[in-house]
């Protein structure tokens, strides 16, 4: 069997950086995805197409075929009070928001202080080209069920 849309599919691999740096990885074939879902990046699914259980291949996704060019508009200065007044700010600390299209989005915090926080609502990976080595585990058609609701279930099911 082949890669098509509408087959779920289980992959090892390993994501770095073109400095070599270890990104992500799974292992012992626990990442499943349905294919032709939107559920992986462009890039990677594109390069999955046809590809067969057992088969072993490295990909470079470039940023607008992985997470997008990096977008120095999407930073900016909010007022400190759009977050929890209890809390204390800190570069680095993520938070979800709602975008402008009323999308959950997660910002990172650059810098904060008494009157303002200084947000990045890039994604983390923006801007970098993305380097997988990947292993296809096992390929299989996907359920009603689970092509209905755009993503893979579990053994068990999946509950809403």
């Avoid at 390069?47 to 997470?67: A, H, N, R």
């Amino acid at each position: 069997m082949k890669i098509a849309d509408k087959h779920v599919v289980t992959l090892n691999y390993t994501l770095t950086d073109n400095d070599g740096e270890v990104i992500d990885q799974s292992q012992d074939g626990s990442f499943a995805y349905l294919h032709g879902a939107q559920n992986i990046i462009p890039g990677l699914e594109n390069e999955l197409t046809d590809k067969q259980v057992g088969d072993k291949f490295t990909v470079k996704v470039s940023p607008q075929d992985g997470y997008g060019e990096r977008d120095d508009s999407r930073v900016e200065d909010v007022p400190r009070e759009m977050f929890p007044q209890d809390q204390e700010i800190e570069p680095g600390m993520m938070f979800h928001a709602q975008g402008p299209n009323g999308e959950t989005i997660t910002v990172t915090v650059l810098e904060a202080n008494d009157q303002t926080v200084k947000i990045d609502s890039n994604h983390a990976l923006a801007g970098v080209e993305l380097n997988f080595d990947v292993e296809v585990m096992d390929i299989r058609e996907a359920q009603d069920v689970e092509i209905e609701h755009g993503h893979v279930h579990g053994p068990d099911g999946h509950h809403h």
